[in-house]
């Protein structure tokens, strides 16, 4: 009777206790949170300290822990009697207690009282394309996608100031592209694609953000022999601005523009990759940046006296290493490197303008995607957050029902993989995978799989700097993408699937794609008409012809008869997009359907039967939906996919499965603070 009356005890003690742990257990969770993403270092060590105070000693003592460390980075003496707190009063909890006994017989050293820390900052509710980060570390530029327009992030107030005022791409196809704010935060130079005099192409202008209104820009550099630019830093003085060019005949260069008149004075001619990133460094003195020595070579590091007199190779090795920015007093070179097996933030001892002793790594596991080094020595960078990879769904296209649970048909590099693509005869399913490399920069693969063996094949190709869209030619035996090849030419290329090997077979187009006769067919685009046009390519004879041309076409899908092309095209003062179904050997187009938003380069897919499309259908409301679109009039059906989906999707030649890209991947800001103290403490280099 007595033990069933301890029994019963025992679980009341059990049911009373265990919310209490509970809760304990979530506020340890939220000031963990406070601390590392929300970087609140103060009200972190409010919130530890009532875990520490609610007598679970597990958790009080990773509590202390966490408490101690924040006070490190704070740089607080108390730091130091939490750790003998924990000596004294936890020595059964070992992890802990043991720990506390490290620090304190390191004593604190400079190293550890600064701790490196690396937390996000922001994170936006859109993908927009990121400048760099403002000297004092306050604002960040970027441009917003929905629109084109160029914004200023204020990380202080969490407000987003708008610098142009463009409208929607209905009614503007302009857009901001790269942009870079002066060192004094008072201006940012961006460059500006639209179309002037007829012509479409790159300016770099400048504006004020001076004021709170919407401000004036002012163009600096426009040149029709220039088809892109882009501002890499201001000079510390503001009087210059560091600029890429790369001109109408593949050649590139870098170079200084004046903020007074426009001028431009040539630094020096690179290869026609040009430099990934430049920066001045904090005297004004020098310029680094980061370049190939040759086609299909890795990136080395160099720095450039800032009126061209000399040139030092400051980092140079067979790995990938990019240029990161300058610290603060000049005296270190930081850049990403892949020289350890795997991406890693390093920095190399400068002293006027060269490199002394070796390179050291700062922080290994990092392929930073750089925005800026601050004057503080805060390193800004962007992430990719979200997951994006290919599924494969059983879908009925009559009804839109998905049955069962969409599957990955691949288990390796999940998250880089894009733009599915079924052989003819469905044994093989071949894709694109971005794969990361040193920097946040990418590396393309062609991926075969095996439908049958599960086997995939991985294909690096080489000769090609990077490729989109392949698709099968009918034989199986070779895919066509179009990209660009190391040559520095653009263009549609032939993708060997078994060897890997390129051949270039037709100029520069967008969807590109091969008719079971032959022909190739893709679009084109004269700027000085603002017109779109799908050619015929006929690869036996070289002979083309245009096939149909409008003003806002989209991608051409062949129909499995090969004598249709479908596509899209946009009405953008109307705001809508019209479906429609181009005879190849003659005669009028046939509309098909009318979308409700404009659709831009939505991919669309014929079902195998030849009697339906599958449409991305781009909402008023910004949501994105995926139908079957009859060609014979009937109602539209949707397919009832669960999650965001991407713009890429192909349909088995069975017509009852389909690969697409599911998730959404978004942009980050996140900082690394506290790292370079301890560089130069043990440097003895400069």
Known sequence: MRRFAVSVLAVIVLVSVAPYAQETERQFKAAMNTELVDG?????????????????????SQALVRMAECYQKLGDAEAQKIYERLVREYADQGEAATLARNRLSRALSPAISTGMVNRRVWAPGANPSFGTVSADGRSLSFTNWSTGDLFIHDFTTGRDRQVTNKGSFAQSNSFAEESAISRDGRQVAYSWWGTFDGKSNYELRVASLAGNSLPESRVLVRNDDIGWLMPHDWSPDGSWILVQIARVDRTAQLGLVAVKDGSLRVLKSTNWRGASEAFFSPDGKYVAFDSPAGDAQPNDVYVLASDGSRETPAVVSASHDLLIGWSPDGRQLLFASDRGGASGLWA??????????????IKPDLAPEPLGVTSTGTFYL???????????????????????????????????NRSPAWSRDGKNLAYVSLRSRVGGNREVFLVIHSVDTGETRDFDVPKLNYFQMPKWEPDGRALIARGGHINGKGGIHRIDARTGDVETIAEPGVGAEESIDGKLYYRTFDPAKSQSAFVEHNLATGAKREVFSAGNLGLPKISPDGRTLAATVDDLSRRISTLLLIPINGGQPREVAQ????????????????????????????????????IDGSPHVKIKLSGPFGNDFAIHPDGRRLAYLAGEGKGEVWVLENFLPSISAGTGSN
């Open 348 to 361: 190399q001892p400068m002293l006027d303008g060269r490199p002394q002793g070796s390179a050291r790594l």
């Open 595 to 630: 979308l409700s938003a404009p659709q831009a380069d939505t991919a669309l897919e014929w079902t195998p039967d030849g009697r339906a499309l599958l449409v991305k259908k781009a909402t008023n409301d910004a949501k994105e939906e995926l139908w079957v679109v009859p």
């Open 382 to 416: 962007r992430a990719s957050a979200g997951e994006q990879d290919l599924l494969v769904a059983n879908v009925d296209f009559r009804t839109g029902q998905v049955n069962g649970v969409p599957a990955s048909p691949v288990q390796r590099y999940v998250g880089t």
């Open 40 to 60: 609140n270092l103060k009200s972190a060590i409010d919130q530890y300290k009532k875990v520490a105070a609610s007598g679970n000693r597990a958790l009080a």
